[in-house]
C-alpha cells in the first residue's frame, strides 16, 4: 500500500479557518452575533448584506460599514461578503431579480447590488464576495441565457478588478450555473478573468456532483475563494446541521487544507435561526473535532495545480 506524505504543518486541517453565515443568526442583532462567533473561537463570518445585519440598500450603508469594520477588527474576525439575501431586492419573490432577468433595468438592479458588495468588501477586507446566477426565466433559452450572464458579469467584474476582491460564484442547485462544469463554463466565456473565482459549497457537492465532496475540493483547488460547509444528502437540497446528513466530513477538510486555502470555510445553515447561538457552537465543535481527525490519520495530500503545478 502506497504511504501518503505527511502534510506540512500549514497544511494539515487543524490550520484551516472557519466562519459562520449570519443568515443563519438572523434572530440576533448583527454585533451580538459577531461576538458570540468570537467567544466561541471562530475565525470569521460569512456576512450577508441584507435588512436585519448590514442593509445594503440604507443611505447609511458607508457609516455602518467603517462602523463594522472596526467591530471585525476588534474582535479579530475576518469576513466573506455574501449576497444571497433572499428577499433584498424584491419582498415577493426570491433572489429576483437576478443576472438573468429579461429586463434590463431590473438586471442591472442585481448588478448594482453586487457592485456595492464589492465596495463594501473593500471597505471589510474581504477576501471574496460571494454571487450566483439566478434560475434560468420561463421561456428563455439557456443560450441566451449564458449570454446575458456573462454580460452581466462584465461591469461586477470590472468592479471587482478596481477593488482587488475576488468575486466568487456559487454553482447552486436548480440555478442555471449550478455545477462546477457549469463555473468552469462560465470562467471559459469571459476568457477566464483574474478576480473571477468560485465559491464551493461542500453540501451541494454531496447534493448533486458526480464525484465526491473531497473529490470536488481536489478539482475546484485553483479557483477556490470562498467555501461553505454544511451536512446534505444525496439528491436533496436541504442545508442540515453536521451529522443529520450523508458527508463524511475528515476527508473533506483534509483535501481542502491540502490545496492551501487561506479563506473562510463558513457554516451555511439559513435555515436554522431559531437555533442560532446552539448550532454556532455545535458546529465549532464538530469542524473541531473533524479536523482533528483529518490530521491524525496524516492523509493530505498536495493538490495538483494543472495550470501551475504543486500548489
Not at 478576480?195 to 479557483?223: F, K, M, N, S
Request: glycine content about 8%; overall charge negative; aromatic content about 4%.
Amino acid at each position: 500500500m502506497t504511504k501518503h506524505p505527511t502534510a506540512p504543518p500549514h497544511l494539515l486541517p487543524s490550520s484551516l479557518r472557519f466562519g459562520y453565515g449570519t443568515n443563519g443568526l438572523t434572530d440576533l442583532r448583527l454585533y451580538d452575533a459577531l461576538a458570540l462567533l468570537a467567544d466561541l473561537g471562530y475565525d470569521g463570518v460569512g456576512l450577508t448584506l441584507d435588512h436585519m445585519h448590514l442593509d445594503p440598500l440604507s443611505p447609511e450603508l458607508p457609516q455602518q460599514t467603517r462602523r463594522l469594520a472596526k467591530a471585525l477588527s476588534r474582535l479579530d474576525l475576518t469576513v466573506t461578503v455574501e449576497t444571497g439575501a433572499r428577499y433584498v431586492l424584491d419582498p415577493r419573490r426570491k433572489h429576483s431579480p437576478s443576472l438573468l432577468d429579461p429586463d434590463s433595468a431590473a438586471k442591472s438592479r442585481r448588478a448594482d447590488l453586487l457592485r456595492t458588495a464589492v465596495q463594501v468588501g473593500a471597505e471589510l477586507g474581504a477576501h471574496a464576495v460571494h454571487c450566483f446566477s439566478g434560475t434560468l426565466p420561463a421561456r428563455t433559452p439557456p443560450g441566451t441565457a449564458w449570454r446575458r450572464l456573462a454580460d452581466s458579469m462584465v461591469p461586477v467584474l470590472e468592479a471587482a478588478t478596481a477593488a482587488k476582491v475576488p468575486l466568487a460564484v456559487e454553482p447552486e442547485p436548480g440555478h442555471l450555473l449550478a455545477t462546477l462544469a457549469d463555473f468552469h463554463h462560465l470562467r471559459k466565456a469571459l476568457g477566464d478573468p483574474e478576480y473571477l473565482g468560485l465559491t464551493l459549497d461542500i453540501g451541494h457537492c454531496q447534493c448533486l456532483e458526480p464525484t465526491t465532496p473531497a473529490d470536488c475540493v481536489r478539482e475546484a483547488a485553483p479557483w477556490l475563494r470562498h467555501v461553505q460547509i454544511e451536512d446534505m444528502r444525496r439528491g436533496v437540497h436541504e442545508h442540515l446541521p453536521f451529522g443529520d446528513g450523508e458527508i463524511d466530513f475528515p476527508p473533506v477538510l483534509a483535501a481542502l487544507a491540502a490545496t492551501g486555502y487561506q479563506g473562510l470555510t463558513v457554516v451555511e445553515l439559513p435555515r436554522h435561526s431559531h437555533a442560532g447561538p446552539e448550532l454556532a457552537h455545535t458546529s465549532r465543535e464538530f469542524l473541531r473535532a473533524a479536523a482533528a481527525e483529518a490530521t491524525e490519520a496524516h492523509t493530505v495530500q498536495p493538490v495538483l495545480d494543472p495550470a501551475k503545478g504543486m500548489l
